[in-house]
């Protein structure tokens, strides 16, 4: 089968139907499509001069600027593989992250180029740097200020489907962290079906560029699927709820995709503001989002909250509330166009047994959006991949109409005296309480129940809670095997770079 598809062709195209219009803004930095498009292919000469090509592997270690655009397209439209860093590794893990995917070069920014420097030098490979820096490093080589000396590559490469073009790095909360590699056919199937068939955007559409364009959740529903149809990216390296409520309505922002700390922030700010940006659609993802977050939103900012979920081994996207289907609050939506989404036996290792709708099981995902495995672990992929389906590690189940609701992640299951809780059922009744802003429900050993249910909570802004009377509220609530036995109230919640709350740091911290 010839050569036919590639992630680059998403911007070069919309640079030949959109030249003129803002594909990127930064502060007071305005890029059209044609200037974006135009230091990619520049970005892509550079690197094409070092010997990048088909096969090459390409890290990148940026922030949400600019740049991140037309390194990642760049070496996308020499036919060169991108792997993405994420922006808080220390050196060790970023020389692990480009050994293991065997890269051929390391992009990063002046802010970043600490870490990235000692890591690119463990792992013995070249670096490249964008932005001017304070410190003595004058040695690295800027690509940035190379890129503006040479001809842009005339032409993209174009790839064969299957081709991969993604190297994911996932969170490695169990051993070393896998390399998910995406092909262009997962990245550029999802990016479409996201902006077209799922959450509908326009060339008229303003979006916030505010989660991680190293994580797949940015990359594919804010920067593809945006350059996809024409829209302007407002991009925000750091976010914060105050910030980013001025930006959003300084730039006339429509449309919002975040996770639910960012929704959290935006409330924050929101109750001491009376500036309201121009919203006509927000999403969630990356973990589940509260009901009574998506309600309170609703009155705060006018707009509704559409869930949707998948993984980086999903592109990421898998399911969405889409409104051509109705929505339900608390669900995460309907499968895709073109993927299937079933619900099978957990206990059931080496084969996939579908259970009838109602029943709670694992979610199973199969289609376009699958990867198509881990980076030299054939072992790690025969262990997800089974009968054709990728086994996700999340609990839920569907209803009769269709639509999905995750009950918790396999791994996070709290088995309290021979009971099954799940922290996703405790979590949404806790966040119901109007004191209540963020909640996490974790399991600790114990001695006698195996183990016991403890739950983190940070209050709304301005208000108090007694962790003795908020845990009677809950026992009004919940069966009696499921409240918390420990209630903690903390000032925040550890998270990662993607805003996800690492339950894993709060077991850690309690244990």
Known sequence: MSARLSIASILAESARRYPDKD???LGETRLTYAQVWGMARRYAAVLAADGIGPGSRVALLLPNIPHFAFAYYGALA????VVPVHALLRADEIAYTLTDSEC????????????????????????YSVLDSDSDMTAVARIDQMAMQVEPIANLTPRHPSDEAVILYTSGTTGKPKGAVLTHDNMVWNAT???????????????LGVLPLFHSFGQTVVMNAGFRVGATIVLMPRFDGPGALELMVNEGVTFFAGVPTMYMALLAAAAESEHRPPLRLAVSGGAAIPVATIERVNEVFGVDVYEGYGLSETSPVATFNQERYGRKVGSIGCSLWGVDVAIASAEVEGAIELLPTGENGEIVIRGHDVFSGYLNKPEATDAVMVDGWFRTGDIGYMDEDGFFFIVDRKKDLIIRGGFNVYPREVEEVMAGHPAVAQVAVVGVADEHYGEEIHAVVVCVPGQEVDAIELQAWVKERVGHHKYPRHVHVHESLPTGPSGKVLKRVIVEDLG
């Open 104 to 127: 051929s070069a390391l992009i990063t920014a002046a802010p970043l180029l600490g870490e990235a420097a000692k890591g690119a030098e463990i792992a013995e490979v070249p670096l």
């Open 23 to 25: 594909a990127l803004v």
């Open 78 to 81: 020499l036919g060169a593989t």
């Open 193 to 207: 079906i996201c902006a077209f068939d799922t959450i509908q955007l326009s060339d008229d559409d303003v979006m």
